[in-house]
């Protein structure tokens, strides 16, 4: 029998929870710098191409990444890296996005992990998980539950540095990152009370957002 999730077909402007943990769940950041390279591949593929262009003018290592950017393609609305796997939130723009943006950050992440501990070999599940999320409810609880899962963790990396809930509640706006499709749920009262009234939905509600995402969730 098929493990949950693991079929995908991928809709153009659809919304997915992806996922992968280690094999036989296995640890896939060590330390905060393996969190800080695995984020910064993220943002090479899916900044605007002129922002990364400016960037990183006189790097002719990354400016080969040009080609592979994804910025048109994959909207990541919501994140969270944990010690053996890591949640993400994406729109999908086009027909392949996903599958390009996965196989491309995987790729380059578990080649500098190889490299970086002396290994070699699988590092992830050998298939990431993906479900269609096809409900508004669906999309708020789920960045609530992505957010809330580093405040679970008892690890020396602060995994709460590691996740999207810092850009929602901060002043960084990221082009990587697009959390206003979430936030305009929230912008009734103005831009103020859009991240309070955020920030009160993810910490301070008492409903339990993994019973609403039955099925939607990591198994």
């Not at 944990?82 to 996903?98: A, E, R, T, V």
């Not at 590691?162 to 990587?176: D, I, K, N």
């Amino acid at each position: 029998m098929p493990s949950r999730n693991i079929v995908k077909s991928y809709i153009e402007e659809g919304y997915y929870h992806i996922y992968n943990r280690g094999v036989e769940k296995r640890i896939i950041f060590e330390d905060e710098d393996d969190c800080r390279i695995f984020l910064h591949y993220i943002m090479i593929y899916l900044s605007p191409i002129e922002e990364v262009l400016k960037t990183y003018s006189d790097n002719v290592r990354i400016r080969r990444f040009i080609r592979l950017n994804l910025s048109e393609e994959v909207d990541l609305l919501c994140f969270s890296l944990m010690p053996n796997h890591f949640h993400f939130l994406i729109k999908q723009n086009s027909k392949d996005g996903i599958v390009k943006f996965m196989r491309r950050l995987m790729t380059s992440y578990v080649m500098y992990f190889n490299k970086k501990y002396d290994r070699v070999g699988t590092l992830l599940q050998s298939r990431y998980k993906a479900v269609n999320v096809d409900k508004d409810e669906y999309l708020l609880h789920l960045t609530r539950y992505i957010h809330l899962n580093p405040f679970e963790i008892n690890s020396n990396i602060n995994f709460k540095e590691f996740s999207s809930y810092q850009y929602y509640l901060g002043t960084r706006h990221p082009s990587w990152i697009k959390p206003e499709k979430i936030l305009e749920y929230f912008s009734i009262k103005g831009e103020e009370y859009k991240v309070s009234s955020y920030k009160s939905f993810v910490e301070d509600s008492l409903i339990d957002s993994s019973g609403i995402l039955e099925g939607l969730t990591i198994d």
